[in-house]
């Protein structure tokens, strides 16, 4: 049996923990067929980004057209796309294709490294948005994006209206850097959930939006609602993150295989 085709569209991390690593990981364990288009390569370790270059639009494109014309998907997920062009072509790109589409809005590391040029952020809120099923921000991002700071659980209402604003049909805006108990706030403009977890008393996070993208998208290849996607992929992150182990000299990887 042929299992449900999930495209990642991201960039590559080297020390195997985020990125287009953390997204195929997450779609072996959730028995979905990962397939990844690269858009930008990273130097990267447990102790941040040292440096990342993008591919040529062209090789972007390639990569889609290959995918796209012969294997077909079930859902994608996008991460970091590094670049005005790049963003720029995965949309007109994405606009033609019927799957879902869960965009990570992936600006900044955990490390506070860059991962989008600054001239880059109008093209995601102007093209990129307006195709996604799903878009899932942290607090850093939904403020890159509307200008919205969120401040506590009250803030999360408004921002996410702010960013359904730009366009996704749905947004999942990520609460965690919040204090006290994590809340993500999953809306359409009309239904509203919110998912609490425990917080895990562990620094060993890196990947963690990575691989939620990554899991909502292989829910809804395995025909999952939006809802019921998101509350499978919370469950299954905030295990990844509970099994979180240390790596290197910094911050380490969530686990996929717990
Ligand atoms: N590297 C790549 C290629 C990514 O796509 C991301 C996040 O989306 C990161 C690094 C950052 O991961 P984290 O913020 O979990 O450390």
Not at 97 to 118: E, I, N, R, T, Y
Not at 122 to 136: C, E, I, Y
Request: charged letters at 20%; hydrophobic letters at 45%.
């Amino acid at each position: 049996m042929t299992p449900p085709r999930v495209l990642t569209i991201a960039g590559s991390d080297s020390g195997g923990g985020a990125g287009i690593q953390a997204d195929l990981k997450t779609m072996l364990a959730l028995g979905v067929h990962g397939m990844s288009v690269i858009a930008a390569v990273t130097a990267q370790n447990s102790l941040g980004v040292q440096g990342y270059w993008e591919l040529p639009p062209e090789a972007v494109r390639a990569q889609l057209s290959s995918v796209l014309g012969d294997i077909g998907v079930q859902a994608v997920k996008t991460g970091m796309l590094a670049s005005p062009a790049l963003v720029e072509i995965v949309a007109e790109i994405l606009s033609g294709v019927a799957a879902p589409v869960v965009v990570d809005p992936v600006g900044v590391s955990k490390h506070g490294d860059s991962l989008l040029a600054p001239e880059a952020v109008d093209v995601v809120k102007g093209r990129l948005l307006p195709v996604a099923t799903v878009v899932t921000p942290n607090l850093w991002e939904v403020e890159q994006l509307t200008s919205v700071k969120v401040e506590d659980e009250d803030g999360l209402r408004p921002a996410a209206e702010a960013v359904l604003a730009l366009g996704p049909a749905w947004a999942l805006i990520k609460g965690g850097h919040l204090p006290g108990p994590p809340v993500d706030l999953l809306t359409d403009g009309v239904r509203e959930y919110r998912f609490r977890a425990e917080r895990h008393d562990n620094r060993h996070t890196h990947g963690t939006g990575c691989t939620l993208a990554s899991a909502i998208a292989s829910h809804l290849a395995l025909g999952e609602d939006v809802p019921e996607a998101v509350r499978k992929a919370k469950e299954y992150v905030t295990g990844a993150i509970a099994h979180g182990f240390p790596l290197g000299a910094g911050i380490g990887p969530v686990d996929h295989a717990w």
